[in-house]
């Protein structure tokens, strides 16, 4: 598996080492995993690959249906950027990176993520729900506004027409992870684009935006070949200033997720994705052999969350401090989170609903032991 996906990793990379027939079949189960069909059938189609009819047919189908897609995304973009304007909404991650892969449309754009100043992230959503968008349910749908506006929580709208998700954020990442990026410099910093097909948006500075998507990487319990391939493609296209990206990442206290996110994207794809450095240490690689490129061709390494996502969180945080404070805030998470939910009518409820759960935790590490 780990031989697969670093054949993979490469030849979706820099188009080098032609995997060999064999390794076709479970090389194109991964791409589709990952959404990359369409990278792979412009990759098999520069190596001259010679593919069976009824793989070929359905990396062409799966390449019109990415152009579809892209063209629907942008034009829900850009209604949603024409009802925020003067919110100055800065447009990141997915719809923004895909400008610097070999063509847009092969990275598949997810959903639309926007960045909006939270002193206006209120009245940007009741925009968009006056004009027809609806908004999804989370797990922090039920969360008073003054709370999601303290935690910086996303509101997840859909289009009235399209089939198109906008994350509406009022920072990168909330304040129940274990990291925190300011949301001030993303906005003062961000510069205008024109993305492929037309649409002006604004994007943060190419340092800023690179660290947000290293550490978007290597944060989630599930961990895609694409988020790598993002940061690949993005340092090719850009002219990124090592000793700013060490400097920001280093302030925004996410140096070792950054790290770790580099060394990862090195061992998976092969290449450097943006030069040499002086990050190495114990526990950065410990960090990034975790997450190796079987656990990559998985398409997973935390199972379904829980408690091992909180394990693989704590290795990434930069301090001591800050992992006991990040574990000390899952074991007694503020009453306010917990609204509406199971646990939070009273101090007495409170308690007793923390003591189940401090159990349920321990018995989940005794069967991680038991099962070692």
């Known amino acids: 598996m780990e031989r697969i996906a670093r054949q993979a990793g490469r030849f979706l990379a820099t188009g080098e080492a032609v995997p060999p027939p064999p390794e076709l079949p479970p090389i194109l189960s991964l791409c589709k995993h990952n959404n990359l069909l369409p990278l792979l059938a412009y990759r098999m189609k520069n190596a001259s690959v010679d593919l069976p009819a009824d793989v070929l047919e359905d990396l062409n189908r799966a390449d019109r249906n990415a152009v579809a897609r892209r063209s629907l995304v942008l034009g829900a973009l850009e209604d949603a950027l024409e009802l925020l304007a003067p919110r100055r909404a800065v447009l990141f991650k997915g719809l923004a990176v895909a400008e610097s892969w070999p063509s847009p449309h092969f990275r598949d754009p997810g959903d639309i993520d926007l960045l909006v100043p939270v002193e206006m992230h209120g009245e940007a959503a009741g925009t968009l729900l006056a004009h027809g968008w609806t908004e999804e349910r989370t797990i922090h749908i ?88 993002d940061l690949h493609f993005f340092c090719c296209s850009k002219r990124i200033n090592n000793i700013e990206i060490s400097a920001y990442a280093r302030r925004e206290n996410i140096f070792r997720a950054v790290s770790v996110s580099r060394r990862v994207a090195t061992e998976l794809l092969g290449v450097q994705p943006w030069g040499a450095g002086s990050d190495e240490g114990a526990a950065i690689r410990r960090a990034a052999e975790k997450r190796n490129p079987a656990v990559i061709a998985r398409g997973h390494m935390t199972v379904r969350g829980g408690t091992r996502r909180m394990i693989a969180l704590i290795d990434l945080i930069d301090d001591p401090v800050s992992a006991i404070r990040y574990m000390w805030r899952l074991a007694f998470p503020k009453r306010s989170l917990l609204v509406g939910r199971a646990g939070s009518s009273g101090i007495v409820s409170y308690m007793y609903h923390r003591f189940l759960a401090a159990a349920s935790l321990l018995r989940r590490f005794e069967r991680k032991e038991n099962d070692s």
């Open 142 to 229: 039920g969360v008073r506004e003054l709370v999601a506006r303290k935690y910086g929580f996303a509101r997840v709208f859909r289009h009235p027409e399209r089939p198109v998700i906008v994350d509406l954020h009022s920072a990168p990442v909330d304040r129940t992870e274990p990291f925190w990026m300011n949301p001030q410099p993303l906005h003062e910093n961000s510069i205008e684009t024109t993305l492929s097909g037309g649409v002006n948006a604004r994007v943060p500075l190419d340092e800023h935006h690179l660290a947000l998507m290293a550490l978007h990487a290597v944060r989630h319990g599930t961990f895609r070949m694409q988020n790598f391939l």
